[in-house]
């Protein structure tokens, strides 16, 4: 089966989670568990970038995800140069993303190159 690919370039601001997740299950026309979980992920992962990027008009979160027939690749990079790992989550509302990647992908992984780059598997 060939693959079905979604590539998008979002602003930082507080949507950005939103239209990711949307543009994504939507797209890629994924259902059930799958969708439930990609979609969790994506705002994790999303979300993270728009926390953790400084507000500046050349900055933006970019996501490519595509769906083979078994499994869903998404990857989100953003322009802030840190490297992120997971860490015990804070209590008040927060630092849950990495853990629930961790938790919840099949494969993932964050590599920083001057622009950080978290990706994650999803099979189905």
């Known amino acids: ?6 590539t998008l370039r979002l ?44 507000l500046d008009e050349t900055e933006s979160v970019h996501v490519d995800a595509w769906w083979s027939g078994t499994s869903v690749h998404i990857e989100v990079c953003d322009e802030g140069g840190g490297l992120r790992h997971p860490s015990p989550a804070r209590s008040r509302g927060g630092g849950h993303g990495l853990n629930l990647i961790s938790q919840l992908a099949d494969r993932w992984g964050v590599h920083s190159d001057g622009h950080t780059r978290i990706w994650f598997e999803l099979t189905g």
């Open 11 to 54: 602003p930082i601001c507080s949507e950005t989670p939103r239209v990711a997740r949307h543009a994504v299950v939507d797209g890629l026309e994924l259902q059930g568990d799958l969708a439930h979980s990609a979609a969790l992920l994506i705002s994790e992962a999303v979300s993270n970038s728009v926390l953790h990027t400084t």
């Open 1 to 6: 089966m060939d693959a079905t690919g979604v």
